[in-house]
């Protein structure tokens, strides 16, 4: 087993299967695992941590989470810690995980020397379907083709949230052992970002039956329509960007990395770049702009603005 880890990938379901493996093959137990947040880290702790002898000679493990934000220190600041990186304990393991590193700072040119660099890759939208599958299938279970894909939705490719899902569903057909689409619109409930993202393509594409209900369904829970306004906004914002990154010729990956946006997240942005009209798209954002205007200049009410927006009749004052 190494000394030293650096995990990067955007799964926290993946990454913590592979910490878990690694605390496995070294046996060290729960008790001895120390673990960090970067983002909230005082560095002064974890390289004492480090520098710790352990009177009782057991291994420890100390996990250093979202490590990408240990970017944010100068080389100066982090010399102890890479003195440690360069001459590591043989009693402690040292995890660093993160969704992406910067390649050119000092942090990261200490872990390529001395680190195993493990890139842990998410699922693409063709492998999730069956991965899904086989989730059920292990213990017995059956779920049709249009649940899987509802399903794969409905948890945005979240794998923390895909096992919860699977789990509930497992049990509450336990005796038929069968999983429809009807079970999963019962059951899995769908996220407020999914919602506001259904909402936002049926009006791209002139449902309106479909994004009429869906903003009903959160007016009725309370959301305010300047939040609604604001995610509408954000998302077409997305598919406009995303449509250009698709012309650069970048990859789902790329593109993810460019927009700040999971993979699996990218994935659905992409497949909407594909299908919307661009000028229906560019006409949207100039209208959403028009109205933020006259929102704030007091020429329009915020709610009565907005629904008249997504009716058509609004007249620009």
């Known amino acids: 087993m190494e000394r030293i880890y650096l995990l990067v990938g955007d799964s926290d379901y993946l990454v913590n299967g592979k910490i878990k493996y690694y605390q496995k093959e070294s046996n060290i137990d ?22 710790t002898v352990s009177f009782f000679s057991q291994s420890k493990m100390v996990i250093v989470n979202h490590a990408e934000h ?19 304990s043989e009693d402690i393991v040292l995890v660093f995980a993160a969704k992406a590193m910067d390649e ?3 942090i990261y040119d200490a872990l ?7 890139q842990i890759k998410s699922f693409d939208s063709t492998q999730l379907p069956k991965y899904i599958e086989e989730q059920f299938l292990m ?31 497992k049990l509450f057909t336990i005796e038929e052992k069968r999983i429809s689409r009807l079970e999963i619109e019962q059951l899995v409930s769908r996220s407020l970002e999914d919602n506001i993202f259904t909402f936002s393509t049926a009006f791209l594409k002139g449902d309106t039956r479909q994004y009429v209900a869906i903003y009903d369904d959160l007016m009725s829970s309370k959301m305010p329509p300047s939040t609604i306004f604001n995610h509408l906004f954000q998302t077409v914002n997305l598919i406009y960007q995303a449509y250009f990154f698709m012309k650069q010729g970048k990859s789902q990956e790329q593109i993810a990395q ?60």
């Open 30 to 51: 729960e008790f001895n695992i120390i673990t960090y947040d970067a983002e909230e880290l005082e560095l002064s702790d974890l390289v004492q941590e480090l520098f």
């Open 70 to 88: 240990l970017n944010k220190y100068a080389k100066e600041d982090l010399k102890d810690l890479i003195k440690y990186i360069e001459n590591p």
């Open 104 to 106: 050119t700072h000092a």
């Open 112 to 118: 390529s020397k001395h680190a195993y660099i493990d």
């Open 139 to 169: 213990d017995g279970y059956t779920i049709d083709k249009d649940a899987i894909l509802e399903l794969a939705i409905r948890t945005q490719n979240e794998l923390y949230h895909l096992h919860q899902e699977i789990e509930k569903l």
């Open 258 to 317: 460019s927009l700040g946006i999971s993979t699996g997240r990218a994935y659905y942005v992409i497949k909407e770049a594909k299908e919307q009209n661009m000028k229906r798209i560019e006409k949207t954002i100039k209208d959403l702009a028009k109205l933020d205007v006259l929102i704030k200049s007091g020429r329009q009410d915020e709610k009565l603005g907005f629904e008249l927006l997504l009716l058509g009749n609004l007249k620009w004052i």
